[in-house]
């Protein structure tokens, strides 16, 4: 048993150093293969709906980009607000929502650095990188362990069981890690249901995003397909890149929920496009608001200034 540790223990510490001195390559890899990924996806989606122009709908479009999104980044806000309040840090609502505006414009792209931009701002208040990363993750498995659930309760209102069941297992053993993580940084029980809250309002408004996004492609689908589908984006987001995963997993799930996995792909992409443009304009905005096109300034100044540790002043 002791010898069986040993190699276990050695053969880890290889692969670690073997991913730490190929980082690089290794992310450019990620990043050609997404490319690849979602190109590819969208030309064989486009072939399938040779009349996509012809079934375009602009008016749900315009729905998601307008009302859904917007609605999303301020839910988005409010979890990062309490994701620095139990990290031991405050932030106020503008400066977390300029924050979230930046690092999920990056997510949106084939552009690593969500993440380590978040933990970058909570350092500058004061917090620990074990702390405030231990947190992060922590966050991010209540939103995968509510999104199994969620597509699970929604694959069982249509009888799909077989679906249901392996999801809700993988959501409940999510969940259970989150309860383990929980009682590891001692996080407050009410700020873990605040999170979880946040986390199903942004779940069940991406269901609703995929709903018009399909409509405005001429596919009419309800909720409680879509809903089904939702879990493609946190499983996306183990991917250091997301681009062409969500949108091929949600592809791959669609004929589950009784849709085109074509329509799916589309859905999916549209709703990417939207966001993205939607973040662009809003992040140029508040960029030359503040004085110049100085993101890294902007988002030290968002760290430093506006993320403090409780007792200052936000």
Known sequence: MTTLRMFTA????????WVVRRKG?????ALIAAIILFIVGLALSLKATPDLLERLRLWPLLIVLFLIIPVTIVLSALDFQLLAKLSGARAGFWRAAEVVIYTRAANMLPIP??????MAVLKGAGTTFRRSGGLMVLFTLIWGGIGFCYSAFWLSVQGI???ASAFTFVGLLILTACIVLARRFRAEPSGLVGAALLRFGMIALEAMALVYALEGVGVSANYEQSAILVVASFSASVVPVGLGVRETLIAA???VAGIDP?????????????????LALTSVGLLF?????????????????HVTKPGGAS
Not at 25 to 29: A, G, H, K, N, P
Not at 113 to 118: D, E, P, Q, T, Y
Not at 262 to 278: D, E, N, P, T, Y
């Open 10 to 17: 050695e053969l880890s510490a290889r692969a670690q150093d």
């Open 25 to 29: 390559r290794l992310r450019s890899i």
């Open 113 to 118: 650095g969500s993440i380590a931009v978040r």
């Open 161 to 163: 069981l077989s679906f």
């Open 253 to 255: 799930l669609a004929p």
């Open 262 to 278: 074509a329509s799916g792909f589309l859905a999916a992409a549209i709703v990417r496009f939207l966001a993205m443009s939607f």
């Open 289 to 305: 608001a503040g004085g110049g096109f100085r993101p890294m300034e902007r988002l030290e100044k968002a760290g430093a200034k």
